[in-house]
């Protein structure tokens, strides 16, 4: 069940990245141009959204890979590959997961220079930042994943010690532990942003009686918002497919 989740989570992640370049073009497009700071804006979701797209990505690759260590319990000792081999595959799986949370990260850091290009854009008109839940819970899931990354590529990536995984359980079961959640804190923060974006969009339609049967009004939302929608159902299964496989449950 945990490989499946894994394959769907994964599948996911190229359809949140369509469907949030589908989003921004009905919001206008994307631009870098000053005087332009909506569109300069709209590389924010699509950024940020393509990171945690790849962040996804680099959270399953040890068990897509079948070199984690949750997994060898598993199976025990028996079953395991020869070391050799073993240890190569891993290697392989360790450096790729650093790489693509690094790739993550500098989507990310260009989604929030997006922000601050458009909201300080003389010419568009000063916009304050950092106002909202979103950028507050943003600005600390960033920092959170600042100091996640730091912190494993000094103890794992060879810098702090010459030691192995192995010979940092502690650290690796604490580093393990906040990447699983600091990948869900992500998830919450693009649906509140998602839900931000709306309010400006203005996804409300028109209604002149009692709205008891909203499915018969659905034609009436507009096409962004139905697109944001559809992207933050995307997400939100990106986070709980992904969390389901990232789980340790016990072996019966």
């Not at 631009?31 to 680099?58: C, D, L």
């Not at 990447?179 to 804190?185: D, P, Y």
């Not at 002149?208 to 299964?237: E, F």
Request: proline share 3%.
């Amino acid at each position: 069940a945990q490989s499946a989740s894994s394959i769907i989570s994964l599948l996911l992640s190229p359809v949140a990245i369509i469907l949030v370049s589908i989003w921004a073009s009905s919001l206008g497009g994307v631009s870098w141009a000053q005087g332009e700071a909506k569109r300069v804006f709209n590389w924010h979701p699509v950024m940020m959204v393509t990171a945690y797209a790849i962040m996804n990505v680099g959270a399953l690759i040890f068990r897509i890979s079948g070199t984690s260590s949750y997994q060898a319990s598993l199976q025990g000792s028996s079953s395991m590959p020869a070391a050799s081999s073993g240890s190569k595959k891993r290697g392989i799986a360790k450096f790729s997961h650093a790489s693509i949370w690094s790739l993550s990260f500098i989507f990310g850091i260009v989604g929030i220079l997006a922000v601050f290009k458009s909201h300080n854009d003389p010419i568009s008109g000063y916009i304050a930042n950092l106002y909202s839940l979103h950028s507050w819970v943003g600005i600390l899931v960033l920092s959170l994943y600042t100091l996640q990354f730091l912190v494993g590529f000094l103890a794992f990536g060879g810098l702090l010690s010459g030691r192995s995984r192995m010979s940092n359980p502690i650290v690796m079961e604490i580093h393990k532990y906040t990447g699983a959640h600091i990948h869900f804190l992500v998830m919450v923060t693009i649906l509140l942003g998602i839900q931000e974006k709306e309010g400006f969009v203005s996804c409300a339609y028109e209604v002149v009686s009692a709205d008891l049967m909203p499915l018969t009004n659905y034609g009436k939302i507009p096409y962004a918002c139905k697109i944001s929608h559809g992207l933050g159902l995307v997400i939100l299964g990106m986070g709980l497919f992904t969390s389901f496989s990232l789980a340790k449950f016990p072996r019966l």
